[in-house]
């Protein structure tokens, strides 16, 4: 009766836990079930991917909504709001997105991407919300609650990079590998650099209807779309399943860290080092290049500093759809490598000749432009994707976000430094820097940055369980009814 008792036990305990299966097993699968889908998991994925487009959209905008607003304050508080106080709100959104792309990377692969996506997305309502109602009852401390509320909504955007970003990668993988690249490009990039020239159009529509008399208004309302344009993402988010690379390769527990850092430190430095590059030199030129322009326009009112600034925003926007043609074409890493080309050859130009090319304004915003160009073409489509590539499953999201958090600490660093060096050395020494952030970008890529272009994201995955297995590692791999555990079975037959 004993016997029987337990070996019932026995019976029911097994049935409750995760089939035990060999790596090799478990990589077969992967490689096997990530090429089938059903109607509906091919639905979830279409969804999926469109999700991170409608996400990153709202991100673009909050990127760049400080460009025009940071001309309309100096226009309202004149001294009062002065280059801390604008370096000092214009960073919030950045300190906020490193937070943001650290933990959320963490939580979207150690509970789930869908969770994440949700808790990105209610925190950059909430902080939209706090921005457009922001008051005090003195300039001073109307900035400091729009430092605040921008960092709330920083870290919703920070988290939307790992969080949308690897599900899109996940989703796109699935429908059609070799088109991975390009459609992950449309729907990350693209759009977030859509986002300057949206926020600038929103911003002249608002300036049109309210007028020049009343930028109380204009800035309160472009800030509240901001609030509008996050909320549609809920919709479509409903209707997500978690990819068939999530449900097969996650690990939730016991994530063996030290394997993943002796498995792709290479590639982390690589990734991180040349995400800083190119944050470093785009984000403070996309924030305060407003400010350049209208310091080379003679007799410039806001109007006309917005239309010149739309103009260079769509000039930067055909390097897009030039990254996504080409990352199949020549690959990754030589795409990556060709846009820091870009910095190197026009920052040279522009700083070389900065006095008399800001002589010829249309010639000075071109030439601009083709330098932001370039780095949509290069670093701007192609460090998204090569660290969603770079990395498995279990810890993309991870990964990408530390990745993507070191880039946005150059983003502060060079948003910091953006008014000393101008100030100190000289506006054409912005370029001039850009330029040599292009060589090192272009070394680091060489040396340090793996061309993952054609690869399956399964036999990544499948790769990465063979080797932690094989240095030891044992494991639950995978999501609810997909969990298998990981283990050499003789093992734990002998255990029994």
């Known amino acids: 009766m004993a016997n029987s008792t337990l070996n019932y036990s026995q019976n029911a305990l097994a049935s409750s836990s995760p089939p035990v299966v060999s790596a090799e097993e478990h990589a077969v699968k992967v490689r096997t079930e990530a090429r089938s889908m059903s109607k509906k998991e091919k639905l979830s994925s279409t969804f999926t991917i469109a999700a991170a487009g409608l996400g990153l959209i709202s991100d673009g905008y909050q990127n760049n909504l400080m460009t025009m607003a940071n001309v309309v304050f100096k226009n309202i508080y004149g001294t009062e709001y002065s280059s801390a106080v604008s370096t000092r709100v214009s960073n919030a959104l950045l300190i906020g997105a490193i937070l943001g792309q650290v933990f959320v990377g963490l939580i979207c692969d150690r509970i789930g991407r869908k969770v994440a996506l949700f808790a990105t997305t209610a925190l950059i309502v909430f902080g939209a919300i706090l921005a457009t109602a922001a008051h005090a009852s003195t300039p001073a401390g109307l ?42 490009v449309m729907v990350t990039n693209l759009v977030l650099s859509f986002g300057g020239p949206l926020a600038v159009s929103v911003f002249l529509i608002v300036l049109s209807a309210a007028g020049e008399n009343h930028l109380q208004t204009v800035w309160r309302v472009c800030f ?221 890529t060489y040396f340090f940055i793996p061309d993952m272009t054609g690869v399956d994201l399964a036999d990544e995955d499948a790769k990465f369980m063979e080797y932690i297995a094989a240095n030891g590692w044992q494991g639950c791999v995978g999501e609810d009814d997909d969990a298998e555990l990981i283990a050499e079975k003789g093992s734990l037959d002998e255990k029994n």
């Open 143 to 184: 900035f400091w609650f729009l430092t605040v509320a921008r960092g709330i909504t920083g870290v919703g955007v920070g988290g939307e990079y790992p969080a949308g970003s690897t599900s899109a990668s996940e989703a796109a993988n699935e429908r059609s590998p070799k088109n991975r690249g390009p459609v992950f």
């Open 224 to 444: 509240g779309i901001g609030i509008i344009l996050p909320l549609g993402v809920f919709i479509v988010r409903i209707r997500m399943m978690s990819t068939i690379l999530y449900k097969k390769g996650a690990i939730k527990h016991n994530v063996p860290y030290n394997l993943v850092v002796k498995r792709y430190w290479k590639s982390l430095i690589g990734t991180c080092f040349a995400w800083f590059l190119y944050d470093f030199v785009t984000f403070p030129n996309g924030v305060f290049s407003a400010t350049i322009i209208a310091s080379v326009i003679k007799n410039s009112d806001i109007r006309k500093t917005a239309e010149w600034q739309l103009l260079l925003g769509a000039i930067a926007l055909p390097g897009i759809f030039v990254g996504a043609w080409l990352c199949n074409v020549i690959g990754r890493k030589n795409t990556l490598m060709l846009g820091f080309s870009g910095y190197l050859v026009f920052g040279l130009i522009i700083g070389c000749a900065y006095d008399k090319i800001t002589k010829i304004v249309p010639l000075f915003v071109v030439f601009y432009g083709l330098m932001q160009s370039s780095g949509n073409m290069g670093p701007g489509d192609m460090m998204g994707l090569v660290s969603v590539e770079s990395y498995p499953t279990a810890v993309r999201g991870t990964c990408y976000g530390i990745s993507a958090a070191l880039g946005k600490v150059g983003a502060a660093v060079g948003t910091q430094a953006f008014t000393p060096i101008e100030t100190n050395l000289g506006k054409k020494w912005t370029f001039i820097i850009a330029a040599i952030c292009g060589v090192v970008g272009i070394l680091v």
